[in-house]
């Protein structure tokens, strides 16, 4: 049973690579510089491009995930100055952590003795443990560190982010496991990258282990061995030579850099001068992309502002933004799109704006649920602009006619 589903998933995960790489190929060919493609489709088209990227990094750690849980995977292993590796690796991430305004430190005292590892492998491996280090840290560094040991070496991955309570810890590796209501940067997540990691480095004969305490920081750290004679001979490839895929770590970082905090976007067509009296919206998402594509599609004949999540559009509301109506997300970090409905209904001064939940999650359960929380409607993704649009109109000349009949019954 179990073989049969990695069987399917390995399948699957193989078929959909095609169709997106001619996505993804054609894309790419029209977003180059010199295509002549107008600032607005160029902004659009660019949202699809990145957001295809990132499915085919999710699918990509898919098919590694079966493969390896189906013993499919034969990898070559190569002396590899790791010390040296690991840094290029991390480097990848520098910007991104400095735009954040995290510390990241990398350093090596491993000799340039060599290390038998799969080059394409502790990409992934170091790639994993950095993403996760920057999306559960706020404040503070990061440390990416090679150390040299008696028995082998060692990477160590030190975050001074949330931490992971005691109780969870064991369970971090385990496959599709997420702590729950974890404050990461982001709710995008599957729950495969730690057991992906821990997949990768048993291969290697190594080890993984988590040390964290809440809200000081986690340190993972991975042990190899030295030498050979702890891998599968007819697996040694002798010579030093680079095979690696140099789009890996591109996936991992753009992804991070959806997770960033940004300014909110300026409705495109609000205009100075001359009062601006189109009904304000204010979306909320946690997915910049989304909220980007939700800005431009609404900005015709909106004026609108947006938040990240639910926490930060409260926190506008409390500053005195009055919107007609909330388009929301469900699943996101700190407060989500029913606890964001709930406070909203809780409170006699918001308790009549309507709200819009968008959701990934398919099924009646889910709809019943926002329903019942307050929200007015409930739009699944993926969603047309124009059906978006229509369920905005049909609410704001709902309200416009409830705010009438009421001052007329008054
Ligand atoms: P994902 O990141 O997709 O949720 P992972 O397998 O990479 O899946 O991680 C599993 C869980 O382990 C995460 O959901 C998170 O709760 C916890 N975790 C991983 N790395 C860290 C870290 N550096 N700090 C705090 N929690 C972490």
Same mark, same amino acid.
């Given at each position: 049973?179990?073989?049969?589903?990695?069987?399917?998933?390995?399948?699957?995960?193989?078929?959909?690579?095609?169709?997106?790489?001619?996505?993804?190929?054609?894309?790419?060919?029209?977003?180059?510089?010199?295509s002549?493609?107008?600032?607005?489709?160029?902004?659009?088209?660019?949202? /699809? !491009?990145?957001?295809?990227?990132?499915?085919?990094?999710? +699918?990509?750690?898919?098919?590694d995930?079966?493969?390896? %849980? /189906?013993?499919?995977? @034969?990898? *070559?292993?190569q002396?590899?100055?790791? &010390?040296?590796?690991?840094?290029?690796?991390?480097?990848?991430f520098?910007?991104?952590?400095?735009?954040?305004?995290?510390?990241?430190?990398?350093?090596?005292?491993?000799?340039?003795e060599?290390?038998?590892?799969?080059? #394409?492998?502790?990409?992934?491996?170091?790639?994993?443990?950095?993403?996760?280090?920057?999306?559960?840290?706020?404040?503070?560094?990061?440390?990416?560190?090679?150390? #040299? =040991?008696?028995?082998?070496?060692?990477?160590?991955?030190?975050?001074?982010?949330? !931490?992971?309570p005691?109780?969870?810890?064991?369970?971090?590796?385990?496959r599709f496991?997420?702590?729950?209501?974890?404050? $990461?940067?982001?709710?995008? &997540?599957t729950?495969?990258?730690?057991?992906l990691?821990r997949?990768?480095?048993?291969?290697h !004969? &190594?080890?993984?282990?988590?040390?964290?305490?809440?809200?000081?920081?986690?340190?993972?750290?991975?042990?190899?061995? =030295?030498?050979?004679?702890?891998?599968?001979?007819?697996?040694?490839?002798?010579? $030093?030579?680079?095979? &690696? @895929?140099?789009?890996?770590?591109?996936?991992?970082?753009? @992804?991070? $850099?959806?997770?960033?905090?940004?300014?909110?976007?300026?409705?495109?067509a609000s205009?100075?001068?001359?009062?601006?009296?189109?009904?304000?919206?204010?979306?909320?998402?946690?997915?910049?992309?989304?909220?980007?594509?939700?800005?431009?599609?609404?900005?015709?004949?909106?004026r609108?502002v947006?938040?990240?999540? !639910?926490?930060?559009?409260l926190?506008?509301?409390?500053?005195?933004?009055?919107? /007609?109506?909330?388009?929301?997300?469900?699943?996101?970090? %700190?407060? #989500?799109?029913?606890?964001?409905?709930?406070? *909203?209904?809780?409170?006699?001064?918001? /308790?009549?704006?309507?709200?819009?939940?968008?959701?990934?999650?398919?099924?009646? %359960?889910?709809?019943?649920?926002?329903?019942?929380r307050?929200?007015?409607?409930?739009?699944?993704?993926?969603?047309?602009?124009?059906?978006?649009?229509?369920?905005?109109? $049909?609410?704001?000349?709902?309200?416009?006619?409830?705010?009438?009949?009421?001052?007329?019954? +008054?």
């Amino acid at each position: 049973m179990d073989r049969a589903k990695t069987q399917f998933f390995s399948n699957v995960s193989h078929e959909f690579r095609t169709p997106l790489t001619l996505i993804q190929g054609p894309l790419q060919d029209v977003l180059r510089p010199e295509s002549g493609l107008s600032a607005d489709h160029r902004r659009t088209l660019s949202i /699809a !491009g990145r957001n295809v990227f990132r499915l085919l990094k999710l +699918v990509n750690s898919l098919l590694d995930f079966s493969r390896v %849980e /189906a013993g499919r995977i @034969d990898a *070559l292993f190569q002396p590899t100055r790791l &010390g040296e590796l690991t840094a290029e690796i991390a480097a990848n991430f520098r910007p991104l952590f400095e735009h954040a305004g995290l510390k990241l430190v990398v350093k090596s005292d491993v000799p340039s003795e060599q290390i038998y590892v799969n080059r #394409d492998m502790w990409e992934k491996i170091v790639l994993n443990l950095l993403s996760n280090a920057f999306k559960f840290t706020h404040q503070g560094k990061v440390e990416v560190k090679m150390r #040299d =040991k008696k028995f082998g070496v060692q990477l160590i991955v030190r975050d001074t982010g949330i !931490g992971i309570p005691r109780k969870n810890q064991a369970r971090i590796f385990e496959r599709f496991y997420r702590q729950e209501n974890a404050r $990461a940067r982001t709710y995008e &997540g599957t729950g495969i990258g730690l057991a992906l990691v821990r997949e990768l480095i048993e291969l290697h !004969g &190594g080890t993984i282990k988590v040390k964290s305490e809440e809200g000081v920081g986690t340190t993972f750290t991975v042990t190899l061995r =030295k030498g050979k004679a702890h891998l599968p001979a007819r697996q040694i490839f002798e010579t $030093a030579a680079r095979l &690696g @895929d140099a789009d890996t770590a591109t996936y991992f970082v753009e @992804d991070a $850099a959806g997770w960033l905090p940004q300014a909110p976007p300026e409705s495109p067509a609000s205009k100075k001068g001359g009062e601006d009296t189109r009904p304000l919206i204010l979306v909320v998402d946690d997915n910049i992309d989304m909220r980007a594509y939700l800005v431009n599609m609404l900005s015709p004949a909106y004026r609108l502002v947006s938040a990240n999540h !639910g926490r930060m559009a409260l926190d506008l509301l409390g500053k005195g933004t009055r919107p /007609a109506l909330i388009v929301s997300d469900v699943m996101m970090p %700190e407060v #989500d799109g029913y606890g964001l409905v709930s406070a *909203l209904r809780n409170d006699p001064a918001y /308790a009549g704006i309507p709200v819009i939940l968008l959701s990934a999650y398919i099924g009646e %359960e889910a709809a019943i649920e926002a329903l019942n929380r307050g929200a007015v409607d409930f739009v699944e993704k993926p969603f047309s602009s124009r059906t978006l649009r229509a369920f905005i109109e $049909a609410r704001l000349r709902r309200r416009a006619a409830d705010v009438h009949s009421e001052a007329t019954v +008054v």
